[in-house]
């Protein structure tokens, strides 16, 4: 399905995000020793160019005006040692100067390989996409309409380098337009160079395996239609490469087109994208699962059940998709309206057994609930949380997490009084002390942020206090050493604010809010920042002493 790269083709050190690797072709002796060759006359041929560049473009900008940018610019250049960086630094940072234009443009088209020497050295920079669709409307194209049809071969080379810019910017939606139009070219000269193929006999054993256009470049260029939510777009090159042939269509194309039919509800094109993987035999549990979206979103529930039913009597489904599918359709029912297929699907899932609590049962639940919550379906959350409390999981960390993700929903949704009327049940519920302190501990947490300060307050006093032995810990054993790590924000400021209410002037505390000492993790990071806030704020508190990342000694001064 993908082309083969070629051996005369240097590969970027980004590998193209099909299949996980470039596809390489089977070895030719005979091609590969002439092609050895080629390669050091590249060489010499780009060091010629480079050093040209060089010495007509750094004397242009050692002769400009002494302006403070120019200045600067010159301090930079003479920091690169060689002709060949100081010419990409230029190019790189400075493509907007119009003598580099002129002898960039001047000395293009180049071979495939000075070209990517050109992708690489621009990668990561400030300028780059100005760069590369200056490259890309004064190279690749041109050269390819310049030397068409006399040499598809070499035409064919340089085709190669639209899978490398499509790889470039594919995550920019900000420059989407700029992909357009190199998937366009690459359509335009793929549907002319297949043509041409037999006027060109000699040429068709290479031919033959390298197209202008092929599943990886149909591939990137649907990904980067979707990151910039241009779903139409999505479909216009699905067709095309559907029209192409099945060789030009993969799997992530596939779900990508479901997808963004689905979003511009147009579930025939959906549909009609699945039975195409179906013919192609093509039983990715992705698809399976974007078509049951689709149907959900586009009310097309009868579609989405005959997938549903038919997918569950398969045996070679991972664990994580099992859960991701069930969760889907249970989605798709309540959107539809239909809150008794949900409940029946959820009791079938009490017949799985998943190793992974986390993707299995506990997802499930919880995007029951949060469908449920979605469609003002609260007597069935109400019901399904009974039913939790009641049952006794082979996992215990499985009843927390679906208690957690209720809370974030019901917080999400407004329900304030729901979720202090479940917190308020928390003592006579089936789950182990440190569970509860941890739904405790999150619960405070929320109502910190949505500044409900006394009904916080209360949560921990009445609730977490008695409990806060389970989730902390004193790593040094000493009575002026605590522990922080573990207590969310709003849980930390009402802990600390005891700490130092038992102070007495002149002593010291050592506050830990990271793992032992040392920690990147971001919310640790987030407790840490906290902890400074509140004692830089307080008149009677100091931070004493520089601690390492994690740690802070304070101070009662009076």
């Not at 302006?67 to 230029?90: A, C, G, H, M």
């Not at 990517?116 to 050295?121: E, G, H, M, V, W």
């Not at 039913?387 to 999981?393: A, D, K, P, S």
Request: aromatic share 12%; charged share 25%; hydrophobic share 40%.
């Amino acid at each position: 399905m993908s082309a083969s790269l070629g051996s005369d083709y240097r590969v970027s050190t980004h590998p193209i995000p099909y299949q996980g690797r470039g596809v390489k072709r089977k070895p030719d002796p005979d091609f590969d020793q002439a092609d050895t060759a080629k390669k050091k006359r590249m060489d010499h041929e780009l060091y010629s160019i480079i050093h040209f560049l060089a010495i007509n473009i750094i004397d242009d900008i050692r002769e400009a005006s002494q302006s403070p940018e120019i200045t600067e610019f010159k301090q930079r250049l003479d920091q690169e040692r060689t002709l060949e960086n100081k010419v990409f630094y230029i190019i790189k940072n400075f493509p907007e100067i119009q003598r580099v234009k002129d002898l960039v443009l001047k000395f293009f088209p180049i071979s495939p390989q000075q070209y990517n020497y050109l992708i690489s050295a621009i990668d990561n920079t400030q300028n780059k996409y100005l760069l590369l669709k200056f490259l890309f409307n004064n190279t690749a194209k041109g050269f390819c309409k310049i030397t068409f049809p006399s040499s598809p071969l070499i035409s064919l080379r340089k085709a190669r380098f639209y899978r490398e810019f499509l790889f470039h910017i594919i995550k920019d939606p900000s420059v989407f337009s700029f992909a357009k139009e190199i998937f366009d070219e690459a359509v335009f000269m793929h549907r002319h160079i297949t043509g041409l193929q037999n006027s060109f006999s000699s040429s068709s054993r290479r031919i033959n395996d390298e197209k202008y256009i092929d599943a990886s470049i149909c591939s990137l260029y649907l990904q980067a239609a979707m990151n910039a939510n241009e779903f139409k777009e999505v479909l216009r090159a699905f067709k095309i490469a559907k029209d192409l042939g099945v060789d030009f269509i993969d799997e992530k194309m596939i779900s990508r087109c479901i997808v963004a039919a689905g979003k511009l509800h147009d579930f025939s094109q959906a549909w009609e994208a699945y039975c195409l993987a179906k013919s192609m035999c093509i039983q990715d549990p992705i698809i399976i699962s974007c078509i049951i979206v689709a149907a959900g979103e586009t009310h097309n529930f009868e579609r989405a059940k005959e997938v549903f039913e038919e997918v569950t009597k398969r045996i070679d489904l991972p664990e994580e998709d099992i859960a991701i599918i069930y969760s889907n359709y249970i989605t798709a029912a309540f959107d539809n309206n239909k809150p008794e297929e949900a409940n029946k699907t959820l009791s079938r899932t009490r017949s799985l057994h998943f190793k992974n609590y986390h993707q299995g049962k506990a997802k499930i639940y919880s995007q029951y609930i949060s469908a449920a919550f979605r469609n003002s379906k609260f007597d069935c959350v109400k019901d399904v949380l009974k039913e939790i409390e009641g049952r006794i999981f082979s996992y215990p960390k499985t009843q927390r997490l679906i208690f957690l993700n209720y809370i974030n929903v019901a917080f999400a949704n407004n329900c304030f009084t729901e979720v202090k009327e479940f917190i308020e049940t928390i003592g006579t519920m089936r789950l182990r002390r440190k569970d509860k302190a941890i739904l405790l501990n999150h619960y405070i947490n929320f109502l910190f942020e949505k500044d409900k300060i006394d009904d916080a307050k209360n949560a921990y006093e009445n609730f977490l206090k008695p409990r806060l032995s389970t989730i902390l810990r004193n790593t040094n054993k000493s009575d002026d050493s605590y522990d922080l790590h573990g207590l969310s924000i709003g849980s930390a400021y009402f802990y600390l604010n005891e700490l130092l209410n038992e102070m007495k002037v002149g002593n010291k505390i050592l506050v830990i809010t990271g793992n032992g000492r040392h920690s990147s993790n971001n919310k640790q990071h987030a407790l840490l920042n906290f902890v400074k806030k509140q004692i830089r704020q307080s008149e009677n508190f100091i931070i004493d002493e520089p601690i390492e990342s994690g740690a802070l000694t304070i101070l009662k001064k009076n």
